[in-house]
């Protein structure tokens, strides 16, 4: 099969389609004909070198697609069937060996392509606001990075439990993206400072800079109040006021979904079925698929995601 492969180690760019060995399938596994894969911000790093897949999976590039069934294995499921894919690795290839807990069934009313632009931001965002930090009417949300995919996405979820939403972004033009998705308070980081509008108010807070926002957050929380980070995009180390959280009862929450052992996975993608799914079928939330490459043009699609300028999700298309 043809799979995007870092060529040069030293160039996080040298993304080229190569013949490579077809993934062996393993007991509890289908394998699926991949017809378009989410590009996520983990997976420029992972091209970097420095986010490698966990043990024992696949180390192509590529955390979700979309495609079709086209061998069952042991599994019971039907050769033919339209799948999202939840994954650890093998996104930016012609076919995957996928879990058989982490397969999602195409949310009516999108189209293969359009679905891989939600599975990624839809267990990540549910599993974090939904699952752990359980947002409900009347919450105050902060999502940072807001007109990003997990940002676009989160936005609108909170908005359809009734919380109100505050984001921050580098543009006004993306701040009034993410007005239109629902946002009611904005920040323009390179502006102003978010904790000056929003201390001791928010919480919940959907964080994923890292170190350099940590003291920030934990002023921005109000009490009983829950930092989740999700990714350290401007570092991994900040410094944490315990005595400025003790009084407040505030919790900070540090997670990775790809880490996640595969049942656990299993979980997050049926209770994502269960409660995402119903939502996007009504339209309460919308794909924010904003650009579309081919899959031999993965390396214009990491230089679209990191230009700053990206808006909402990018999808990789595999044609025959």
Same mark, same amino acid.
């Given at each position: 099969?043809?799979?995007?492969?870092?060529?040069?180690?030293?160039?996080?760019?040298?993304?080229?389609?190569?013949?490579?060995?077809?993934?062996?399938?393993?007991?509890?596994?289908?394998?699926?004909?991949?017809?378009?894969?989410?590009?996520? #911000?983990?997976?420029?790093?992972?091209?970097?070198?420095?986010?490698?897949?966990?043990?024992?999976?696949?180390? @192509?590039?590529?955390?979700?697609?979309?495609?079709?069934?086209?061998?069952?294995?042991?599994?019971?499921?039907?050769?033919?069937?339209?799948?999202?894919?939840?994954?650890? /690795?093998?996104?930016?290839?012609?076919?995957?060996?996928?879990?058989?807990?982490?397969?999602?069934?195409?949310?009516?009313?999108?189209?293969?392509?359009?679905?891989?632009?939600?599975?990624?931001?839809?267990?990540?965002?549910?599993?974090?606001?939904?699952?752990?930090?359980?947002? +409900?009417?009347?919450?105050?949300?902060?999502?940072?990075?807001?007109?990003? /995919?997990?940002? +676009?996405?989160?936005?609108?979820?909170?908005?359809?439990?009734?919380?109100?939403?505050?984001?921050?972004?580098?543009?006004?033009?993306?701040?009034?993206?993410?007005?239109?998705?629902?946002?009611? @308070?904005?920040?323009?980081?390179?502006?102003?400072?978010?904790?000056?509008?929003?201390?001791? +108010?928010?919480?919940?807070?959907?964080?994923?800079?890292?170190?350099?926002?940590?003291?920030?957050?934990?002023?921005?929380?109000?009490?009983?109040?829950?930092?989740?980070?999700?990714?350290?995009?401007?570092?991994?180390? /900040?410094?944490?006021?315990?005595? #400025?959280?003790?009084?407040? #009862?505030?919790?900070?929450?540090? =997670?990775?979904?790809?880490? #996640?052992?595969?049942?656990?996975?299993?979980? @997050?993608?049926?209770? =994502?079925?269960?409660?995402?799914?119903?939502? @996007?079928? +009504?339209?309460?939330?919308?794909?924010?698929?904003?650009?579309?490459?081919?899959?031999?043009?993965?390396?214009?699609?990491?230089?679209?995601?990191?230009?700053?300028?990206?808006?909402?999700?990018?999808?990789?298309?595999?044609?025959?």
């Amino acid at each position: 099969m043809k799979a995007i492969t870092v060529t040069n180690p030293d160039n996080p760019r040298s993304l080229e389609l190569t013949e490579i060995p077809m993934p062996e399938l393993q007991s509890g596994e289908v394998m699926v004909k991949v017809a378009a894969a989410g590009v996520n #911000r983990a997976d420029l790093v992972q091209a970097e070198g420095k986010y490698p897949a966990p043990r024992g999976e696949s180390e @192509i590039i590529g955390l979700e697609c979309t495609g079709t069934i086209v061998d069952a294995g042991d599994t019971g499921r039907q050769v033919g069937e339209e799948v999202a894919c939840l994954l650890a /690795g093998g996104g930016y290839a012609e076919y995957v060996a996928v879990p058989e807990g982490q397969l999602m069934r195409i949310p009516e009313g999108l189209t293969l392509t359009e679905a891989a632009a939600v599975v990624e931001v839809a267990t990540t965002v549910w599993s974090n606001l939904g699952m752990l930090a359980g947002v +409900s009417e009347g919450d105050r949300v902060l999502i940072h990075g807001g007109a990003g /995919g997990i940002g +676009s996405f989160a936005i609108q979820l909170c908005k359809a439990l009734g919380a109100e939403v505050a984001v921050t972004a580098g543009s006004n033009e993306k701040l009034d993206y993410c007005q239109e998705l629902g946002a009611d @308070i904005l920040v323009n980081y390179r502006e102003e400072d978010f904790v000056d509008k929003l201390h001791g +108010s928010c919480d919940v807070i959907l964080d994923v800079v890292g170190g350099p926002y940590l003291e920030d957050n934990i002023k921005s929380l109000a009490t009983d109040g829950k930092l989740i980070v999700i990714a350290v995009q401007g570092g991994p180390k /900040g410094e944490l006021s315990l005595g #400025r959280m003790m009084p407040r #009862r505030l919790s900070v929450h540090a =997670t990775t979904l790809r880490a #996640r052992p595969r049942a656990m996975k299993a979980e @997050i993608c049926r209770s =994502t079925e269960e409660h995402v799914w119903p939502l @996007i079928e +009504s339209g309460a939330i919308k794909h924010q698929m904003n650009k579309v490459f081919q899959l031999g043009d993965a390396a214009l699609a990491h230089n679209h995601l990191d230009s700053g300028t990206a808006i909402g999700k990018t999808v990789l298309v595999v044609n025959d």
